[in-house]
């Protein structure tokens, strides 16, 4: 048998990377991530996270460690107010959460999980072969070469591995350019969601007492050709031209700038190699979708990638990567071009944001667009069925319970013989990253037929059946990312049940 390094090697230690690494050690897969730099970013683009990420985070049981999350009730699609309180999650997602603070969290996670992490290691070459991926490294200690099963490119927009696989990275390229600057001492009032100006547009966050990110657009200015951070005596006049206010005698503490270039790997898999995050996908960073979806394409990853390295995958589970992670980056793409023209165009755009004014008046509206902007709205295509959950993510529903669940208390029986009630939501029974199947009628039938998959999925008991998403269900599949595979409803409620697990849990012996 040939004697590999690690199972998976994970170009990246951003969010992405790390979150993948978590994943993948919930399962028991050997990970290796590398990061050509020496230490984590000190300075962060993305200062939150959608709510779909909070999600994520909770099914992780990891939202604790972000102390106090604060959400975002009201924001905007291209400049226009949209309400996400229509949602029943009922916001954008979490503010003041810089995505070094994230990358923190999630680095402690991965590594109490065992997951080895090497700075200062960058990837050269890549060769694979049916069986795995020998990748060459520079590192401090000199050239060094890994064989693994498979390798991860979590390595960002000019990924090195996405170029070495050989993947196309088709899309437009860069048209304008934003700037933008974290200051301190200067008194501004905010513009959270942005405002026009007679120049372009600027927007303000505040970032704590005394510090401020300032954003800022000027219609004409044409992108430099490099690509360094722009100078803040640059950052402060074009300020000035656009609001007239003197922001010069400021401290600043950081300048950067995002470009439109919109990007997507044609391929998320070739062969042992899989692209993820700004590997994968890149866009201008409005409405802060970049970083929420490269966790969740971690989340989709993780479980099947351990199927596969533990043998029980499904013919094509692998594959599924691609087939569900692209069109949610695709949608992406499109979105944060349309509110770029919406938010960043001048006066020729005004019928377009009155016509799209009048459509947001319509709840229908402002749910398809909070959908797809927070990630709430993504759906699966995972089998038959009509339910409205099937192939949606199951929101944190409450369970009582006896529970059937490895490592949580056995159900007791009280001196009058009846079972101990035991309470938990679903994200807590998905804290091991492991399938849930929910029997909410006290089935047995529901029970027997998925005895054979105990090693990859628990099987929980509800006492009680609850209300609300889950109502016309008497018994639902979660996959370990959170999302429903099966609604088993009427007689027999066992009906599809095998061929549900079999689609994403492989087949087991009889």
């Not at 470009?259 to 190699?273: K, L």
């Not at 409005?286 to 990638?305: E, F, P, R, T, Y």
């Not at 804290?431 to 998959?453: C, I, N, P, T």
Request: aromatic fraction near 6%; charged fraction near 25%.
């Amino acid at each position: 048998m040939e004697r590999f390094d690690t199972d998976v090697i994970i170009a990246g230690a951003g969010p992405t990377g790390l979150m993948l690494a978590g994943e993948l050690r919930l399962a028991g897969i050997e990970t290796i991530v590398v990061d050509r730099l020496t230490g984590p970013m000190k300075q962060s683009r993305a200062l939150g996270f959608s709510s779909r990420t909070i999600e994520e985070f909770g099914q992780r049981g990891l939202l604790h460690r972000f102390g106090q999350v604060h959400t975002i009730p009201i924001g905007h699609f291209g400049g226009l107010q949209l309400d996400y309180r229509v949602l029943e999650a009922g916001s954008f997602g979490a503010r003041g959460k810089p995505q070094l603070f994230t990358e923190a969290v999630l680095a402690k996670w991965a590594a109490e999980l065992g997951a080895e992490v090497r700075r200062g290691t960058e990837v050269t070459g890549l060769g694979q072969d049916e069986d795995g991926v020998t990748t060459e490294l520079a590192t401090p200690d000199g050239p060094r070469r890994l064989r693994a099963r498979y390798l991860a490119g979590c390595d960002g927009g000019r990924s090195t591995v996405r170029k070495l696989a050989g993947i196309d990275f088709p899309g437009t390229g860069k048209r304008i350019e934003m700037w933008f600057a974290d200051i301190a001492g200067c008194r501004l009032r905010p513009r959270i969601s942005g405002e026009r100006v007679p120049g372009g547009n600027v927007m303000v966050l505040p970032m704590g007492p005394d510090t401020h990110r300032v954003i800022m657009y000027e219609r004409g200015a044409k992108p430099r050709r490099g690509q360094g951070a722009p100078e803040f005596g640059d950052v402060a006049a074009t300020w000035k031209r656009l609001t007239g206010e003197d922001i010069g005698g400021a401290k600043p503490l950081w300048t950067s700038y995002v470009t439109d270039v919109s990007r997507q790997a044609a391929e998320y898999r070739r062969g042992r190699v899989l692209l993820l995050g700004d590997a994968a996908h890149i866009h201008l960073p409005i409405g802060a979708q970049g970083m929420s979806a490269g966790v969740g394409d971690a989340v989709n990853l993780g479980w099947k990638l351990a199927a596969a390295i533990r043998g029980y995958a499904p013919p094509g589970l692998l594959d599924t990567y691609h087939a569900e992670r692209h069109p949610v980056a695709a949608r992406i793409l499109a979105n944060t071009l349309a509110q770029s023209i919406l938010y960043l165009g001048g006066d020729e755009m005004d019928p377009m944001r009155e016509v799209l004014g009048e459509l947001l008046a319509h709840t229908e509206v402002q749910r398809h667009l909070a959908g797809m902007v927070t990630g709430l709205g993504i759906r699966y295509d995972v089998g038959p069925g009509d339910h409205p959950l099937l192939g949606r993510r199951m929101p944190d529903v409450e369970l009582a319970g006896a529970f059937g669940l490895a490592g949580w208390p056995a159900p007791r029986q009280s001196a009058a013989g009846s079972w101990r009630s035991l309470r938990a939501s679903v994200f807590d029974l998905l804290h091991a990253g492991r399938g849930v199947l929910l029997d909410l009628a006290g089935d047995q039938a529901v029970r027997d037929a998925a005895e054979g998959w105990t090693d990859r999925i628990d099987i929980v008991t509800a006492a009680s059946r609850p209300a609300g998403a889950l109502d016309g269900a008497d018994a639902a599949l979660v996959r370990p990312d959170g999302y429903v595979a099966w609604i088993g409803s009427g007689e027999p409620r066992a009906g599809g049940l095998w061929d549900a697990l079999s689609r994403w849990f492989g087949t087991v012996q009889n």
